[in-house]
């Protein structure tokens, strides 16, 4: 294994595989720290863990497990990938575990770039941008576990770890890799956040990282990477043969960004749809085997979705508590997910980090085979000999992405 990488949840770690898979990688993606050697042939693994929201103690002895499991694979460089859009909170996860990592590695400086252009993520002066709006007015300062209000990743970083935070700004980005390192080798911080508002701006950074022990961001600071090893003469060159799916589909979404709020209410005027509600969950009025047996009787794209508008979800957090009402959330979709699949469903669509994590958690998914790929940043992804899965994140796809991604499933190319 060359490439060892760290996710800090499911679907954001199936971006980054999708995104090494398409440079060229022989990737697998791990659910959680495996307890076994990985097979010769892989030359990336993605380490998925469900780290985000946890304490950040637990966070970082997770992705130090992490980190020796994929050192024994001998893994040439880390990578640890995070959400574009920063998640997290003032004090963690991301900060504390980047910092750990960077200390076992020894690494004197690490990049921090949460850029993806093709998904509207953009980093420019420090600053989050998605699409045209900066980070804190895009919706995301109402999520639910980690609102974003501060868009400034510096100082966003900065409140989360010990040392200080440097910054490589656009006009030294855009002039390439010699310039990029001239600039790093002047700075005197440890932690640098570099601007980046395009692919070739996201290359130019990986290039840069060929000799960097740990080297830390969103799945589009990945893109240059691949070459690194290319240039070595260190990659087969192989991709593996991937054949569709057929056969019964449910999406399950948990997310409550504004995108996807946007594709549930757009799914919902045509295919089934069934919404539970935190007020009914916390008070046992709905049950998995019942959502089950009503998903398996319709006809089409049935969903069952708790994505609430922000007004709801803080109403039902004060009510019940954030950590309950996310806790009992998750449970009910992973009782669900098994209840699908043992009715027969052999593709499942799930929205949101957590809701996805659960779901997988709930399967005892070991390995996940990377496929086609639905919208930027979410592949197809196989999870058994019938049975495939569609893990997005809460702001990535378009307005039809649920039935996209159940058509996309069922092709071989």
């Known amino acids: 294994m060359l490439l060892g990488c760290i996710g800090d949840d499911f679907t954001g770690s199936s971006d980054l595989a999708n995104t090494l898979t398409k440079a060229g990688m022989r990737t697998v993606q791990y659910v959680g720290v495996p307890d076994a050697p990985a097979d010769t042939g892989v030359e990336a693994g993605v380490v998925a863990l469900k780290?985000?929201?946890?304490?950040?103690?637990?966070?970082?002895?997770?992705?130090?497990?992490?980190?020796?499991?994929?050192?024994?694979q001998g893994c040439q460089q880390i990578l640890f990938k995070y959400c574009s859009t920063f998640d997290s909170t003032p004090e963690g996860n991301i900060g504390p575990v980047a910092e750990a990592l960077a200390d076992a590695l020894d690494a004197r400086q690490v990049i921090f770039c949460p850029a993806f252009p093709g998904a509207g993520r953009t980093v420019y002066q420090g600053h989050l941008f998605v699409k045209d709006r900066l980070l804190s007015e895009s919706g995301l300062q109402h999520h639910p576990l980690t609102p974003m209000t501060d868009p400034d990743i510096r100082r966003w970083l900065g409140a989360q770890v010990r040392g200080t935070v440097g910054h490589l700004d656009a006009q030294i980005v855009r002039q390439g890799?010699?310039?990029?390192?001239?600039?790093?080798?002047a700075q005197e911080h440890r932690l640098i956040v570099a601007?980046?508002?395009?692919?070739?701006?996201?290359?130019?950074?990986?290039?840069?990282?060929?000799?960097?022990?740990?080297?830390?961001?969103?799945?589009?600071?990945?893109?240059?990477?691949?070459?690194?090893?290319r240039a070595r003469g260190q990659l087969a060159g192989k991709a593996g043969a991937w054949h569709g799916q057929s056969g019964p589909v449910v999406v399950l979404s948990g997310s409550c960004s504004e995108a996807t709020r946007g594709q549930v209410a757009r799914h919902a005027t045509a295919h089934p749809a069934r919404e539970i509600s935190a007020a009914d969950v916390m008070a046992g009025r709905v049950a998995a085997e019942d959502l089950a047996d009503w998903a398996a009787a319709q006809e089409g794209i049935a969903m069952i979705y708790s994505s609430a508008d922000p007004a709801r979800v803080a109403q039902d957090q004060a009510q019940f508590g954030a950590v309950a009402v996310a806790g009992a959330i998750e449970a009910l979709f992973a009782a669900l997910a098994r209840a699908l699949v043992a009715r027969g469903v052999t593709r499942l669509v799930t929205a949101g980090g957590e809701t996805s994590g659960a779901v997988v958690e709930?399967?005892?998914?070991?390995?996940?085979?990377?496929?086609?790929?639905?919208?930027?940043?979410?592949p197809v992804i196989r999870a058994g000999h019938d049975l495939v899965l569609a893990l997005k994140s809460g702001n990535f796809g378009g307005p039809d992405f649920f039935v996209e991604a159940a058509q996309r499933m069922e092709t071989s190319t």
């Open 51 to 72: 780290s985000r929201s946890i304490p950040v103690a637990e966070a970082v002895a997770h992705a130090l497990a992490a980190l020796e499991w994929l050192r024994a």
């Open 177 to 185: 890799p010699e310039a990029i390192k001239a600039a790093l080798a």
């Open 195 to 229: 601007d980046a508002v395009s692919d070739a701006d996201l290359v130019a950074l990986g290039h840069v990282a060929a000799e960097s022990p740990l080297i830390t961001g969103g799945s589009g600071i990945a893109m240059g990477l691949p070459d690194n090893f």
């Open 362 to 378: 709930a399967l005892g998914l070991k390995e996940l085979e990377i496929g086609p790929e639905i919208a930027p940043g979410v």
